[in-house]
């Protein structure tokens, strides 16, 4: 089956999923199993005096009830942060203990004080309701920007002003000089609120212990289960990582959330090993929005110099990042290295200087979520434009064009160097805007637009341009500014017998369509039907050791590592191929599934060269039997998917409600494989983008207190707050991966809060009002009109 790159397959693990077949963690019974209810603090900062067990351990059915004493007693770390960013003085980053279980105090709403097992989960719930525990409240700090005041609540009293660490990207010096000779300078103070993850599948994790022969098994929700053995093995539980089996069965959605290594995870593990029984702990609703990272919460300042031609020259931004109680597994990249490195944007701009404070608070750790760190630069430098453009009385599409770096390929020229660190690969930004103006008439609708004001009719017109850095970058670039682990990805082609065909792969799906595309892909180049084709991920027992799915990496990065292993068997096919035939490797050729003879009609099937590399009687000498091999792919550079959002919006001035009328994405995510796919990504991407332009956002009380933990009063966009998307792409390859493709499941989210946000500001522009903090709710645009007529 050839030509399968680029045809819209239906996914093939659908058929599962919505036959009510697919296997989560939750769905695994395993013989004699016990049930964990954690017990959590319902302050945000709170010393514990005393816990009383004594009630809850007499109740029939509970087996054991852990605190955080006993953790500490046996000598337990907490769970590790997975990468370093220290301060701008070379003073190393601020990285205070994160432990299963609190002894001490409590940091957040949520902090794990206590865990009850026993023998049904009702049970364990009941019984933790008979444990009491004895609090000090203590003042809490949850606003990062006040957190490194003088005087405000310490989250660790060791860690002076809530500062884990101060970082700066860019020349300072050059731009205070450049934003000094700016002919207009736009500022913009805002905060991109903090958004809560809410995947279909709560968290679970159960721990597995076999003193048969000393084992562990973790079964757990996962986007990184190699990752989750590796730290939990070497830096909190102290257990040779091959007595460790991590199994991350089907995930029922992640956005980031699930990739880093929960305290959870070890504690069901430890406590398997004290107790001799599987233990099982499945997150409830109200622990998720209390307890999954949160993402976002940035307060900034920023400020974009123009020259008189309207030429943007410098920029400059201020941004405190709250990182919650604890540090996270990857969470002081985010606010930094993804998010300081993507203020070049898709411009020219000559001057650019980040400062950045990660900042302590009593609030739910931060971390990684859909974009992460990029969607964030992209509404500081969308939203700039958009109010520069409007305070220079210009059109926001023509101040776009006039500041768009120019075409490059990569292959013929460099790529281009950004004033903040980052080569990007290849990039022709233009025409996705180009595109999406003339997919929306933008003329039209910009006339359309000044009829309606006359008539009192609201309209706005949203345009944002982005791009974005994924698939992450060499595990050595990496390593030297501050990441912990590499960032390679694994796969092992296994050519069986038959001529079917395994592939183990590190990459993780949890809703992406894995299954489908790695299968096209390998079912194209050897031109096999795609049936006889496995993909096999999240089990650290069958798999190699590799790296999980974030940072839109899978198929540039397991792809690459898929094509290696292609690569090689086609290698060493060609080799049994030209001895059966009697021909020299370099008259041959393969296609449709063959290798021929240049020039003749003699051929040999790959299912046949397969089976001789398993039945090697007539077999070139020296050659090894069997045809399986593993690679290893470590990228050479990031990604750089880029595109073009544009939203339509009309606001109804007597309530404040904005109603999405269009949206319009072209994007260019470079070679796609299965353009389906890519249009379900962008199409999930947008709507958690709007979610947070209109709808979303968590908010705390200043005792700490998550006001908003449940879906009755954390809004979500629901499918009619949404239009029917519109979507179009250009495509610029990626020059440096086999595949030259590019990053597309976080594409979506990035540019369209902008977009959508724009759109709003450009309805509103007749009252004089020029920014609105997100998200923009009907109260919040109502009081902006009455506040402005």
């Known amino acids: 089956m050839t030509n399968m790159i680029g045809k819209p397959v239906k996914r093939v693990e659908d058929k599962r999923f919505i036959s009510g077949k697919g296997r989560y963690t939750d769905d695994i019974v395993l013989p004699g199993m016990l049930h964990a209810h954690i017990i959590r603090s319902h302050y945000a900062h709170a010393k514990i005096l005393g816990i009383d067990t004594d009630q809850a351990e007499k109740m029939e059915g509970v087996v054991a009830i852990f605190t955080g004493k006993d953790i500490a007693e046996a000598g337990i770390n907490g769970v590790p942060c997975g990468w370093q960013v220290d301060f701008k003085n070379g003073e190393t980053m601020k990285e205070p203990p994160h432990p299963l279980l609190v002894a001490a105090k409590a940091r957040y709403m949520g902090d794990a004080v206590a865990v009850v097992i026993a023998e049904s989960k009702a049970l364990a719930k009941d019984a933790a309701e008979m444990v009491m525990v004895d609090y000090e409240p203590l003042d809490a700090i949850v606003d990062a920007a006040m957190a490194v005041e003088d005087g405000a609540p310490l989250v660790h009293e060791d860690i002076p002003g809530n500062m884990a660490f101060d970082w700066e990207l860019g020349d300072r010096e050059k731009t205070n000089q450049t934003m000094a000779k700016a002919h207009h300078t736009t500022t913009l103070e805002f905060v991109n609120q903090r958004l809560i993850p809410n995947a279909i599948e709560p968290r679970c994790a159960i721990g597995d212990y076999d003193s048969t022969n000393d084992k562990y098994t973790l079964y757990t929700s996962s986007q990184n289960p190699h990752l989750i053995r590796l730290l939990m093995c070497a830096f909190v539980l102290g257990i040779p990582e091959h007595k460790v089996r991590v199994v991350s069965p089907d995930v029922g959605g992640g956005f980031g959330s699930k990739i880093f290594h929960y305290t959870e995870e070890a504690l069901m593990t ?242 992406q369509g894995h299954e489908t595309t790695f299968a096209q892909i390998v079912a194209d180049k050897f031109g096999i039907a795609m049936e006889d084709v496995e993909i096999v991920h999240g089990d650290s027992e069958s798999v190699a050791f590799g790296m999980g799915t974030y940072g839109s990496r899978s198929l540039a990065v397991g792809g690459s590592a898929i094509m290696k292993g292609i690569e090689k068997v086609l290698e060493k096919g060609a080799k049994i191929a030209a001895h059966k035939l009697e021909a020299s490797e370099n008259d041959l050729e393969f296609a449709e599934g063959k290798w021929t003879v240049k020039g003749t009609d003699k051929s040999i099937s790959f299912g046949d060269v397969a089976l001789t590399a398993y039945v090697p009687h007539n077999y070139p000498e020296g050659l090894e039997p069997g045809m399986d091999f593993a690679s290893f792919y470590d990228p050479a550079n990031f990604t750089y998917p880029f595109g073009a959002h544009i939203a339509v919006v009309e606001v109804d001035k007597e309530t404040g409600k904005v109603d999405l009328k269009r949206f319009i994405a072209c994007d260019d995510v470079g070679n796609v494989i299965n353009p389906m796919i890519v249009d379900g990504q962008i199409h999930g991407g947008v709507a958690q983008g709007i979610g947070q332009a209109l709808f979303e956002g968590a908010i705390y009380d200043e005792s700490g207190q998550l006001v908003n933990g449940s879906y009755m009063d954390y809004t979500m966009p629901r499918a009619d707050d949404l239009p029917l998307f519109e979507t179009d792409r250009t495509v610029t390859p990626c020059p440096h991966n086999p595949l030259g493709v590019k990053g597309a499941g976080e594409a979506g989210t990035i540019g369209s809060a902008p977009a959508v946000v724009n759109a709003v500001m450009d309805a509103l522009a007749p009252f004089g009002i020029k920014d609105l903090e997100m998200p923009l709710t009907p109260e919040k645009v109502w009081n902006a009109i009455h506040n402005n007529q």
């Open 270 to 511: 430890w406590c398997s090993k004290q107790l001799g029984k599987p233990i099982k702990w499945t997150a409830e609703r109200s622990e998720s929005f209390m307890t999954d990272c949160h993402g976002r919460d940035h307060v900034t300042k920023a400020q974009m110099g123009f020259d008189e031609n309207g030429k943007i020259i410098g920029l400059r931004v201020k941004t405190f990042a709250n990182l919650g109680a604890y540090l996270s597994t990857f969470a002081p990249c985010v606010p930094t290295y993804l998010h300081g490195t993507l203020l070049q944007g898709l411009y020219t701009t000559t001057a650019i200087h980040v400062d950045v404070t990660g900042v302590f608070t009593h609030t739910t750790p931060v971390d990684a979520y859909r974009g992460a760190g990029r969607p964030e630069a992209t509404y500081l430098l969308e939203r700039l434009i958009d109010k520069a453009a409007l305070e220079m009385k210009v059109d926001p599409a023509a101040l776009r064009f006039k500041n768009f770096i120019p075409p490059f390929d990569g292959i013929n020229e460099p790529g281009f160097q950004t004033e903040v660190a980052l080569q990007y690969d290849s990039g022709n930004y233009a025409p996705v805007l180009k595109r999406a103006m003339e997919m929306v008439d933008y003329e039209a609708l910009r006339e359309e637009q000044a009829s309606g004001r006359n008539n009192g009719k609201l309209i706005g017109i949203g345009i944002s341009t982005y791009i974005e850095a994924c698939g992450i970058a060499p595990s050595a670039v990496v390593g030297s500014l501050g990441a912990r682990a590499g960032l390679y990805e694994s796969a092992q082609v296994r050519v069986q017998p038959t001529g079917k065909v395994s592939v183990y792969v590190g990459s993780h799906a949890h809703g």
